[in-house]
T-cell receptor, first 112, second 112 residues
Framework: SQQGEEDPQALSIQEGENATMNCSYK?????LQWYRQNSGRGLVHLIL?????REKHSGRLRVTLDTSKKSSSLLITASRAADTASYFC????????????FGSGTRLSIRP | DAGITQSPRHKVTETGTPVTLRCHQT?????MYWYRQDPGHGLRLIHY???????DKGEVSDGYSVSRSKTEDFLLTLESATSSQTSVYFC???????????FGEGSRLTVL
């Protein structure tokens, strides 16, 4: 089974609202990353948070990491139509640091 | 954009035929990955490489083999394609073991 699992699987919100997606993982990690995928395209890296960090910001993105709960959240503030995409978390497999595993993703739709 | 090219981008083949997908990079990155993406499963790691001739299995490696004889190329081979291997295949590269991945545009494979 996959290392990371996102919740919810799908999310539909009004433009301007905030979107929150959650990721849970199973083993200890070095880093956790979030990626975005527009329909039919390759994934694009959004943000990386290290295991010794609790929160990180990048523009309208805010990521938190709780290693005790093995979970992370991605918050997108003031959503825009262009934020419509699928979002994935990715973790290394701890002892196999270069083995990067993805979750099943959250499909975000922004309504105008 | 990272210099990463996948070929072919689209392929239709018949069950039982061999298929090779190529990932070529111009970034001199050490780490290369092959993922498959199917509806409802997100991205699943097939094989990855941490150097020339150094490869390891991912989550769904059965039925697939890889080779990396030089830094810039990572080949994924389906020795005898099956319909369950119909998928979109993504190659990714990284300059560090737990760092940002750069993705190719994907190769859509249909096995009839």
């Amino acid at each position: 089974s996959q290392q990371g699992e996102e919740d919810p699987q799908a999310l539909s919100i009004q433009e301007g609202e905030n979107a929150t997606m959650n990721c849970s993982y199973k083993t200890s990690i070095n880093n956790l990353q979030w990626y975005r995928q527009n329909s039919g395209r390759g994934l694009v890296h959004l943000i990386l948070i290290r295991s010794n960090e609790r929160e990180k910001h990048s523009g309208r993105l805010r990521v938190t990491l709780d290693t005790s709960k093995k979970s992370s959240s991605l918050l997108i503030t003031a959503s825009r139509a262009a934020d419509t995409a699928s979002y994935f978390c990715a973790t290394d497999a701890g002892s196999s640091a270069s083995k990067i595993i993805f979750g099943s993703g959250t499909r975000l739709s922004i309504r105008p | 954009d990272a210099g990463i090219t996948q070929s072919p981008r689209h392929k239709v083949t018949e069950t039982g035929t061999p298929v090779t997908l190529r990932c070529h990079q111009t970034e001199n990155h050490r780490y290369m990955y092959w993922y498959r993406q199917d509806p409802g499963h997100g991205l699943r790691l097939i094989h990855y490489s941490y150097g020339v001739k150094d490869t390891d299995k991912g989550e769904v490696s059965d039925g697939y083999s890889v080779s990396r004889s030089k830094t810039e190329d990572f080949l994924l081979t389906l020795e005898s394609a099956t319909s369950s291997q119909t998928s979109v295949y993504f190659c990714a590269i990284s300059g560090s073991p737990t760092g940002e991945l750069f993705f190719g545009e994907g190769s859509r494979l249909t096995v009839l």
